[in-house]
């Protein structure tokens, strides 16, 4: 089991500089991971600012050299999925090889996600993961598909990690679309329910998507016991920082994970 700490790029103490110390506190600190919520407008408050989570990834990768980093989700449909692509290759080469692709589909009340249209965008993102994928391979690729069209396009830089950078899916394990999209890639950060009313993941639930799944594959959850997640397979524990003074979210850091 690992640990890892996700927080949001918003208010005090969550700009570049500020993350990149936080991620600093936490790698010194015996975490595994830190991960960022991918925002523009950080879940619609207008009261604090937010700051750009790429930027801020590329800062916590010059900070550390041990912890992964990444983004738990990036709601793909709001960007080009090329963008994304070669943004995660930078980011693989500048953390050497510790960048963790966290994906979904978004909220559809998202000002920035076009019409929101649930359907839409679940194909968007699947189309989206599809030519990340083939841009990865450093090989001449072409997509044709409703929403992305290429024709022989070709990143040249590839991804430190082999043989792609892990993606991980998110969005609710109760929808059997969304529990197709987790097995086909590298790990599950899915939640279970709607977010209105979020249930907590079990170790039975953990069980039973690893029964559905050959061979590695990473399932991170939050909450319960994590000695009851491990043995139940899941190789990730997770701790969420809400928004607030940043004094408070180093000082949780620096308690360590609930190993120690």
């Known amino acids: 089991m690992r640990y890892s700490v996700t927080v949001g790029a918003v208010g005090p103490g969550r700009d570049p500089r500020g993350l990149a110390e936080l991620a600093r506190a936490a790698e010194a600190s015996g975490w595994d991971a830190m991960f960022l ?20 990834l590329a800062a ?36 050497n090889g510790r960048f963790v692709l966290g994906v979904g589909s978004g909220d559809p009340g998202d000002p920035f996600m076009g019409d929101g249209d649930p359907k839409a965008l679940a194909e968007m993102l699947d189309e989206g993961l599809d030519v990340i994928a083939g841009l990865w391979t450093g090989e001449p690729f072409s997509f044709a598909g409703n929403h992305y069209q290429l024709d022989q396009v070709q990143l040249m830089a590839r991804p430190v990690q082999t043989p792609r950078i892990p993606i991980w899916v998110g969005g609710n ?23 209105d009313a979020p249930q907590q ?29 491990a043995a139940a397979g899941a190789t990730w524990w997770g701790r969420w920082i809400a928004p607030g003074p940043p004094e408070e979210a180093l000082a949780i850091i620096r308690q360590g994970p609930p190993r120690r």
């Open 37 to 56: 919520e991918d925002y523009l407008v950080y879940q619609g408050d207008t009261t604090q600012p937010t700051y750009d989570p790429w930027i801020c």
């Open 201 to 229: 993941i079990t170790p039975d639930d953990v069980r039973a998507l690893l029964a559905e799944r050959d061979g590695p594959f990473d399932v991170k959850v939050s909450g319960g016991d994590p000695a009851e997640f």
């Open 60 to 95: 916590m990768a010059m900070a550390t050299s041990r912890v992964r980093i990444g983004t738990t989700v990036t709601p793909l449909p709001r960007r080009r999925p090329w963008k994304v692509a070669a943004e995660a290759v930078a980011l693989d080469h500048l953390s």
């Open 173 to 195: 394990l109760l929808v059997p679309g969304v529990r197709r999209r987790i097995l086909r890639w590298d790990g599950s950060c899915a939640y279970k329910g709607s977010t």
